[in-house]
């Protein structure tokens, strides 16, 4: 069971910006690709940004450009930054890791973002 970690929240005025860190325990060559998705109040988990096990990368139309995914192989950590952040951007922070051959991905427990206007 591989354990995933996040950190790096908080609360920042908009226009502001934050780097969530998701440690995972384990490899995280072994995943075919992590991301971050976000759920606020009210609303249905959506995904934010992944990043595949061989680079490539995909965002949400509402944070490209603002928004970068990166991961360090070296330190099983998966980076989100967060650039010029609106209201909008408030939510609950989830780390994602998809396995191979496996419907059933790891989540890590969250970290709150609150950004204020």
């Known amino acids: 069971q591989v354990q995933l970690v996040e950190s790096g929240g908080g609360l920042v005025q908009a226009g502001g910006s934050l780097r969530l860190s998701c440690a995972a325990s384990g490899s995280i060559f072994s995943f075919k690709a992590m991301g971050w998705y976000r759920q606020a109040p009210g609303k249905q988990r959506e995904l934010v940004a992944t990043?595949?096990?061989?680079?490539?990368?995909n965002y949400a139309d509402s944070v490209k450009g603002r928004f970068t995914i990166s991961r360090d192989n070296a330190k099983n950590t998966v980076y989100l930054q967060m650039n010029s952040l609106i209201p909008e951007d408030t939510a609950v922070y989830y780390c994602?890791?998809?396995?191979?051959?496996?419907?059933?991905?790891?989540w890590g427990q969250g970290t709150q973002v609150t950004v204020s206007s």
């Open positions: 994602n890791a998809a396995r191979w051959g496996s419907s059933s991905p790891y």
């Open positions: 990043i595949t096990s061989g680079g490539s990368t």
